[in-house]
């Protein structure tokens, strides 16, 4: 067969797949050399602004106040927008009613899932199976690009030894060797080979840098190493992300050697860039410019001036870019050919994506019912959430008892517990594009696993801790466990009623989903005070206990270790963590 002709069979034969021939570089810079030289500087300062908005609904995206700006080319992308079809009206504002139609980036928060959720990061971590993460960083991809999102501020490669800090839920935990193959693997899944295929999105590594190294574990506070600590035991998660092709980098909140990251141009410029040779852009962190100045350092024009002059391309909401670059470029303060190059990356970013040969590439209305929340990607969800549990303990009531795990799904089981029967609760932080009543809870999980065989018997036991206004805080999101305001007494009563009729008492507590993640540092890491006064009154049953903990952090458990014989960590394990903590 003439050789030619086979290759254009081939190529017919991929294309239907999504897969594109990759146009050679000198095709990008040519593109992006003559659409620079039509931009006003208006223009370029437009595309590092990224605004977020949630209030776009279909149809509405004309008469909505970030039209005007997306008319005008001051908006270069738009992060939490949720839903194919509001996002394609909007691409299609920027599209065909800007002067140069430079379609826009679309972000969102998809940390370890989309509407299919898998375990926490740090559960994640756990599994130590790096082709498995690798898969769930995949199929988010595949899901949140079926609903219009190019683009994800993941993986989180942050290194924590401090589990006071709410974020450790989203890093890989405390070994930079583990966190550097995490972070190549999330990479990886989501990017793909290059980023052409529509079901390809670009990765963010975060928080750059030392984020997870926070004074007393408490969350924006300033963070003081020695670079020789920095280098050995945080920055090599940062360095395999950047070395994996990541498309682009997010600047932390703290500070390193007295500088705020996102005006600190050793780190942006002298690392990333120079050391490490990251060819990405780099993205502020929700207001990290505005933030800046209760640094002390200065007014909004003179950060906005440091950050881009660090190393910093793209301005996440605290619109200091576009509202100041302009007078600190005439005053001399930042130069023209630094907007440029800025400017550049984000187009860059736009064009490997294939946003500039296709806008629409990630808006196929018929994606979304095919692709997201599948068969298919929740058995896989339920699969890696088995891996991620870790087993604390397991003995048998006496030393001359069998250990109490695994459970025999005949006879009667007690499940009591706050987070016992809460769809809600079950895949954790930071899981934005989530439909929370479609997540099983471990009553429902049980339940299926025991079919006809056993008896699932329920009491909520307690609430989630003594003080109401902490409760609410920490159930935030439509993640509310419904207080119960019967007395701790009444609900306590109930409990031991319902556990006097059991085999086994499966007690299910710990943390809600918000008591870890951002803003959500602890100083006291035991169980809260009304849920410890439950699990005492069911040890004192004299019935088999089993400690099902869902928790973000580490906590501290020597009370339990010494009188619980059995304690699976669930942390928190997805969309289909009741059914898998059935499985195991």
Known sequence: MNKKYFLLILLALLLPLGLQAQKPPQDMDRFLDNLLKRMTLEEKIGQLNLPVTGEITTGQAKSSDIATKIKRGEVGGLFNLKGVDKIRDVQRLAVENSRLGIPLLFGMDVIHGYETIFPIPLGLSCTWDIPAIEESARIAAVEASADGISWTFSPMVDISRDPRWGRVSEGSGEDPFLGALIARAMVRGYQGKDMSRNDEIMACIKHFALYGAAEAG????????????????????????????????????????GVPATANKWLMTDVLRGAWGFNGFVVTDFTGISEMIEHGIGDLQTVSARAINAGVDMDMVSEGFIGTLKKSVEEGKVSVETVNTACRRILEAKYKLGLFDNPYKYCDLKRPARDIFTKEHRAAARKIAGESFVLLKNEGLSPTLAPVLPLSPTGTIAVIGPLANTRSNMPGTWSVAAVLDKSPSLVEGLTEWVGNQGKILYAKGSNLIGDAAYEERATMFGRSLNRDNRTDQQLLDEALKIASQADVIVAALGESSEMSGESSS????????????????????????????????????????????????VWFGGSEAGPAIGDV
Do not use: C
Request: hydrophobic content about 40%.
């Open 522 to 569: 602890r100083t006291n890491l035991n169980l809260p005070d009304v849920q410890h006064t439950l699990l005492e009154a069911l040890l004192k049953t004299g019935k088999p206990v089993v400690l099902v903990l869902f928790t973000g952090r580490p906590l501290v458990l020597n009370w339990e270790q010494e009188h619980v014989p059995a304690i699976l960590n």
């Open 218 to 257: 408490r969350d924006y506070n300033t963070v003081d190493m020695s670079r020789q600590r920095m280098f050995n035991d945080y920055m090599l998660p940062y360095q395999a992300g950047v070395e994996a092709g990541a498309g682009s980098v997010m600047a932390s909140f703290n500070e390193v050697e």
